[in-house]
């Protein structure tokens, strides 16, 4: 019961301030259970992360899952997700409701300004933490470099992920392959059809499996995300218009936390309380049964020399990746002296000092607030 406790707790004060998406929450969660708490060690790490990549929906919770099982059990991976999401929720619950009572959506852009730069400190300490384990000879840096060139050239990230992590493990089994008549089958994972939209009226259980079946098949960014709610909540169904559509994304990117969120808000709209508890659900349901299907799986993959180096190879996919989404993060957040000031002083006292994160979020928001009310 204390490592479940310990588990709830960790994942609570994550989900109040794991902003800036998953590669944000992965480096807070590194940050927490392989720094501080010795939960388990790099190389364990990076394999959960590429298993969260290699399954449907939102990685950051699903990792949150896994870690949950490794320190709690069976319980402990529901209360990893569950509580990683809840701040959020409650979060989007609230703005949803002054959303419907106001029809407008506060202004957050100043939280913001301070925190993102808090946040790219963050991950870049967990990127070369993570990096020299996962990419740790000619094979997988090759592997990393081709892969962060080509997702500047727009290929699709789980691609980028399955061969990167194919070729690793073709190239360190080549010897094997030429010597053995072995065949490699891969099965993919299996997720829910399209459900066949033909009723334009507002039913709960509607808006219950349109959501399963989207955190069942949803791969990648949170463009894909907008693609499939506007093809099932705006073009097929009609039950928003696309600017409802584009405030519930928006509540989602400036809420800590999962972007699934945004189902909660499409929910509160649509169907009050009880059509959020359902949208909410729907979209995070699938996720708990990947991960509890898959998680037994990673020490079996490891110890295998075939799907050993698959997972080097994805973990070395995924370690490119986390690099070019903080590129563009900085990018898009690096804007002016005072970001690049909020960041470099957050990178001194992380890397320096060993400042907890919580703090230096919570300093970074105030930060915004002072530039909003002194510029």
């Known amino acids: 019961m204390q490592k479940l406790t310990e588990v709830a707790k960790l994942f ?10 998953p590669a944000a929450q992965f480096a807070l969660m590194h940050n927490e259970t392989v720094e501080k708490r010795k939960w388990l060690d790099d190389r364990q790490f990076l ?6 990549n290699l399954i449907p929906g939102p990685n950051g919770t699903e990792l949150a899952m896994h870690l949950g099982f490794a320190q709690a059990g069976w319980l402990g991976l ?54 020299r384990k996962a990419i740790n000879d000619v094979l997988t840096a090759a592997a990393a470099l081709i892969v962060f060139v080509l997702y500047f050239m727009h290929i699709n990230e789980i691609a980028l992920l399955f061969g990167g992590g194919l070729a690793v493990m073709l190239f360190k089994n080549i010897r094997q392959l030429q010597n053995r008549n072995c065949c490699v089958s891969l099965v993919p994972l299996g997720g829910m059809g399209m459900l066949s939209q033909v009723m334009v009226n507002f039913s709960f259980s509607r808006l219950f499996l349109v959501f399963l079946k989207i955190g069942a ?25 696309t600017q409802q559509l584009l405030d519930a994304v928006a509540v989602g990117q400036v809420t800590p936390g999962p972007l699934f969120t945004t189902a ?9 309380f009880k059509g959020a508890v ?21 020490p079996r ?10 997972l080097d190879g994805i973990n070395a996919a995924a370690i490119s990746l986390m690099a070019a989404v903080t590129w563009q993060l900085g990018k898009d957040s690096l804007i002016d002296i005072g970001a690049v ?13 060993k400042l907890n994160s919580m703090w230096l979020i919570a300093g970074g928001a105030l930060a915004g607030l002072l530039n909003l009310l002194f510029r």
């Open 12 to 21: 609570l004060k994550l989900g109040c301030i794991s902003f800036g998406g």
């Open 47 to 52: 394999d959960l992360i590429s298993a969260t």
């Open 78 to 131: 529901i209360a990893g997700g569950v509580c990683l999401a809840l701040p959020a929720i409650l979060i989007t619950l609230f703005l949803a409701f002054l959303y419907v009572r106001f029809g407008t959506l506060p202004q957050a852009e100043w939280l913001l300004y301070g925190i993102k730069p808090v946040v790219i400190a963050i991950i870049l300490q967990a990127f070369w933490r993570l990096g």
């Open 264 to 272: 909660t808000f499409i929910g509160y709209i649509l169907g009050g």
């Open 341 to 353: 000031t909020i960041f470099a002083v957050s990178f001194i006292l992380l890397i320096r000092f």
């Open 301 to 310: 993959l490891r110890k295998s020399p075939w799907t050993g180096a698959l």
């Open 278 to 298: 359902l949208a909410t659900i729907g979209i995070f349901l699938p996720s708990f049964i990947f991960v509890a299907v898959s998680n037994p799986l990673i």
């Open 217 to 241: 098949v949803w791969y990648g960014t949170g463009y894909v995300l907008l693609a499939f709610l506007q093809g099932d909540f705006v073009e097929r169904l009609g039950w928003l218009t």
